[in-house]
């Protein structure tokens, strides 16, 4: 089981559409290709697992900066996964599991915002919610995981914010 860093190419548009997950993201870089505005070697957020010819898992992951970091302690470069997903067949498999490995393996911390159902999923591979914060959270219901020496941030009354000990 490997995984790839998937090509924008009109193959793999096409292999998106089988997911749930298929959206705004998906329409918006088949616009550009088919504008010839980027090319088959541009840069993917997307990264996925083969079984034989088919693609049966990938996931979205963005690296923000730290200047944008509103989690961690101390602020720091994270990734944002977004999009993960393994078409119901190849479901408990362990294809979820390898991508996340994949992404930890970054060493950086990651967020997430888990699909309703999946909670057991992410608590297995060690993520745990974040404090509920109304600015920055926006109705979604984060989920980070924290390599080796970092934590949460932690927001004072006063709006500063501290590490969580």
């Known amino acids: ?11 793999t548009l096409e292999e998106f559409k089988q997911f749930r997950e298929y959206g705004i993201q998906e329409l918006s870089m088949l616009e550009d290709l088919q504008a010839n505005m980027i090319e088959n070697d541009s840069e993917s957020p997307f990264y996925g697992i083969y079984f034989g010819e088919k693609l049966v898992a990938r996931m979205s992951l963005y690296r923000v900066s730290k200047e944008l970091d509103k989690y961690f302690e101390p602020a720091q470069d994270y990734l944002e996964l977004w999009k993960l997903e393994v078409l119901s067949a190849y479901q408990r498999k362990g294809f979820g599991k390898e991508l996340v490995e994949f992404a930890k393996g970054f060493g950086l911390p ?4 888990p699909r309703v159902k999946s909670a057991d999923f992410w608590n297995r591979m060690g993520f745990t919610s974040v404090n509920y914060d109304v600015e920055r959270d926006l109705g979604e219901n984060p989920l980070v995981w924290y390599p080796e020496g970092v934590s949460a941030q932690e927001r004072t009354q006063s709006g500063t914010i501290e590490s969580a000990e």
């Open 110 to 113: 990651i967020k997430t915002n």
């Open 1 to 11: 089981m490997t995984v790839k860093k998937l090509s924008i190419n009109y193959k």
